[in-house]
């Protein structure tokens, strides 16, 4: 289901990313952009958009799940960039890879799930070519799709749970971020707020989207939720019922730090 998930969240928030890398396309005018590397490379999302902004550069996507880079592979191909993305599966937590210097580094959801985020972060600063840069991504909180109040409240409990599930297994999630970067040796040139928001009635690729993540939380946070709060997920995942729920949007907002 992650995998679907991932490439569901990559185009509801399409305009979002398309204008992150419009804006790292401006920061980077001064250093050729030829060598990108994403880490934590998930699907591809990352990839593809910074391969189709900057039609010079390759990509070596590094991610520790042979089931993402095996679909981002075949995804590669799809959109034409199969001769421009090389994949390597690697886990962080034992070790950097040999991936040679990058123009652009890419992270998006993936350092807070690092054993040791602070080392990793010296060596993704090690590996910046020379006036490179450093874009992270921190989605903290899943996204928002239910009315205010509906089910008395369901969606917050849900999103409670989620984050004390989190801060059991994720504990660096919610760091103070710039505080880490400039402590890894890297400066941070700005930070800002990404917000993907759609508006009712949403599209079938958002209801889905909706959909996708509520059925997660059926799933995952099941010994966290009471009867009551699982029986409303279930009449929510029920065929057709978001679609005929007023007011149901996707409200997401991710923090962005740009760093040299």
């Given amino acids: 289901m992650l995998p679907s998930l991932l490439d569901i969240d990559a185009e509801v928030a399409r305009p979002q990313i ?3 890398t419009a804006h790292i396309a401006e920061i980077a005018t001064n250093h050729p952009v030829k060598h990108i590397l994403d880490v934590g490379s998930g699907t591809g999302t990352g990839t ?6 900057f039609p010079d550069a390759t990509s070596t996507a590094v991610d520790t799940s042979a089931d993402m880079l095996r679909h981002l592979t075949g995804a590669a191909r799809q959109h034409g960039f199969g001769d421009r993305v090389r994949t390597l599966q690697a886990d962080l937590d034992a070790g950097w890879p040999a991936v040679g210097p990058a123009d652009l580094i890419w992270a998006s959801s993936s350092i807070h799930h690092m054993a040791d985020p602070d080392r990793v972060l010296r060596e993704i600063r090690s590996t910046l070519a020379p006036g490179g840069l450093f874009v992270m991504i921190e989605m903290e909180a899943m996204p928002y799709f239910l009315p205010a109040g509906h089910a008395d409240g369901l969606e917050g409990r849900c999103q409670a749970a989620a984050s004390e599930a989190k801060a059991e ?13 400039e402590a890894a040796g890297l400066s941070v040139l700005e930070a800002r707020l990404m917000t993907v928001e759609l508006p009712a009635p ?18 995952t946070l099941a010994d966290r939720l009471s009867v009551a709060d699982l029986a409303a997920l ?22 962005v730090y740009f760093a040299r």
């Fill in 202 to 219: 949403l599209s079938e690729k958002a209801q889905l989207y909706a959909a996708t993540v509520l059925g997660r939380y059926r799933t």
């Fill in 234 to 255: 279930d009449e929510l995942l029920a065929p057709g019922a978001l679609a005929a729920l007023p007011g149901v949007t996707v409200r997401s907002t991710r923090d």
């Fill in 18 to 20: 398309e204008a992150l």
């Fill in 48 to 53: 593809f958009a910074l391969l189709r902004r």
């Fill in 169 to 181: 297994h994720l504990p660096h999630i919610g760091s103070d971020w710039p505080a880490r970067l």
